[in-house]
């Protein structure tokens, strides 16, 4: 099993054993992340439903050209990408100062499959590793 592997198994572990505030934002974050991945699948099913006889590299190319072919589509893919930008510096620094590993497969998972679903996932963990410091800073001040 490689180390990426079980590194999801134990964050999925670590779901099931935290409580209170923390319990309430992780589900938080997972129901955004999952009803965003649903959303994102039903859209892109249906551009690629919609655009399937210009093949597979088509409805791709197609959907570039569709989304870019004004310059209210410019504004929002040039604003899409410095959030995404922005988002990628801080999921770095967090995931530095809590010890977060693999925080390229969150910020190469915005362009792949969306933002909407990479940060939140990216935020899980972090409130994880959060809720672990708390709780070993509690274990340790009443030792």
């Known amino acids: 099993m490689t180390q990426f ?3 999801v198994r134990d964050v999925l572990a670590d779901l099931l054993h935290v409580r209170g505030r923390d319990r309430a934002v992780c589900a938080f974050y997972f129901f955004f992340a999952a009803f965003s991945f ?3 699948v039903a859209i892109a099913g249906y551009y690629a439903y919609e655009n399937h006889s210009r093949g597979a590299l088509g409805v791709v190319g197609g959907f ?3 989304a870019l072919a004004n310059p209210a589509g410019w504004f929002i893919y040039a604003d899409l990408t410095l959030v995404w930008i922005a988002l990628a510096f801080y999921m770095i620094g967090e995931a ?3 010890g977060i590993p693999y925080v390229w497969v969150y910020i ?3 362009p792949l499959c969306a933002l909407s679903v990479s940060f939140p996932a ?3 963990v972090r409130q994880l590793k959060l809720a672990a ?3 070993s800073d509690s274990a340790v001040a009443t030792t």
């Open 108 to 110: 190469v998972g915005a």
């Open 38 to 40: 649903v959303a994102v």
């Open 96 to 98: 530095r100062r809590l």
């Open 64 to 66: 570039f050209r569709d």
């Open 133 to 135: 410091g708390v709780a």
């Open 122 to 124: 990216f935020m899980i």
């Open 5 to 7: 592997v079980r590194y």
